[in-house]
């Protein structure tokens, strides 16, 4: 045996059941379905009427468990992605720990906006790799409806509710699990996706309110053209340094920001569109979320098989951007 290396031995997800589609949006602000599926891919979005990002944290944990047949108690390890705690603190791995009964676990929340699951995934993994932890729950949960502006028709269209989680442990065959990662920050890009309001820069006050400073702010065309480049690059670099070419890759698992930005990253991957996991149609933007989700759902119906090479890519606020390659390990679930 190699070195020890995690693999994801069960995945699970959740998104609420109230759609807002891109006709209800049609009623709300000035645009229209058609521009909306051609700029960005998406066609409805999940929305979180009751409960917070920790809840829909443990639904999707629950999902995982039940597929694993595991008691939460045995969970050694937390980590939460999430731009939407439900508080500033304590962590909402914490809120999460007590909610699911994982009496045994520590965790945190990380923060990385959409990049936040595979900076939260490769940490998780590290910990198992050192041979200290065997149980390591890594979470992508991010209630986006409460801090969009169903005002604002440049970010409003864009982003939904939803989570997904993975369980990291030793994995058993050589060759598999979490292989590598590549992870790049820009702080310059901080500015142009942003919550300016609400922290210790501009604690929250009537005027932070009335400047509508607690809602998302994006700059979409700079965004835009760093992320293209960005998890082209990254993704390129990834498989270039494990000798991995597109013919190889059995599928891009992109965050889902936009449509147009994963078309450009696969073809600069040499990856046809049938090799690439697209659910934006039906999610938007669940900022954390997005990459567990296709894994869980893309698992569920029996696609992703043991040995296929896959290829996680994100890019999001701060900037921060990154690849992951993983040899997947999961068996298939029986279909009937
Ligand atoms: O997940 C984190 C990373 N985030 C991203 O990766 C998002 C990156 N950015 C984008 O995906 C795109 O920039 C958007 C989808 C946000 C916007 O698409 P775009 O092609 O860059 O459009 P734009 O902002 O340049 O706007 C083009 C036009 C503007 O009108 P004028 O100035 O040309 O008259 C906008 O006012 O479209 C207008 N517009 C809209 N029209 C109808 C903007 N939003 C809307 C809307 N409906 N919802």
């Known amino acids: 045996m190699g070195v020890r290396k995690a693999a994801i031995t069960a995945v699970g997800h959740y998104a609420p059941d109230k759609i807002l589609t891109n006709a209800d949006l049609e009623k709300m602000i000035d645009t229209n379905d058609e521009w909306i599926r051609t700029r960005t891919g998406i066609r409805e979005r999940r929305i979180m009427e009751n409960g917070a990002s920790s809840d829909m944290a443990v639904k999707a944990i629950e999902n995982l468990l039940s597929r694993r047949n595991m008691s939460a108690s045995e969970i050694e390890v937390i980590i939460v992605a999430t731009v939407t705690p439900d508080m500033f603190f304590p962590a909402t791995a914490c809120l999460v720990q007590q909610k699911i009964g994982a009496t045994k676990a520590w965790g945190f929340d990380l923060s990385a906006a959409c990049s936040g699951f595979l900076f939260a995934l490769t940490t998780g993994a590290k910990l198992v790799e050192s041979g200290t932890y065997s149980k390591v729950l890594v979470v992508g949960t991010d209630k986006m409806s409460s801090i ?15 989570a997904g989680a993975v369980l990291l442990e030793p994995g058993t065959e050589d060759g598999y699990g979490i292989i590598d990662s590549k992870f790049y920050v820009d702080g310059s890009g901080g500015r142009y996706l942003c919550m300016t309001g609400g922290g210790s820069l501009n604690p929250p006050s009537h005027e932070t309110v009335d400047k509508k400073m607690h809602y998302i702010y994006q700059d979409g065309k700079n965004v835009y053209k760093l992320a293209v480049k960005g998890m082209a690059d990254v993704s390129v670099e990834i498989m270039d340094r494990n000798g991995l070419k597109g013919e190889d890759v059995a599928w891009l698992v992109p965050h889902q920001a936009n449509l147009r930005i994963i078309d450009a990253t696969a073809e600069r991957m040499g990856i046809r569109r049938e090799q690439v996991m697209i659910n934006i149609e039906k999610y938007g933007n669940t900022t954390a979320a997005t990459i567990p989700l ?20 994100a890019f999001g606020a701060g900037y921060t951007w990154g690849a992951t390659y993983v040899k997947w390990s999961l068996v298939n679930p029986q279909k009937p």
């Open 294 to 313: 296709c894994l869980s759902e893309w698992w569920e119906c029996g696609k992703l098989k043991k040995g296929q090479n896959i290829v996680l890519a």
């Open 148 to 162: 969009v502006d169903y005002t604002d028709r440049n970010t409003c269209i864009l982003f939904g509710d939803a």
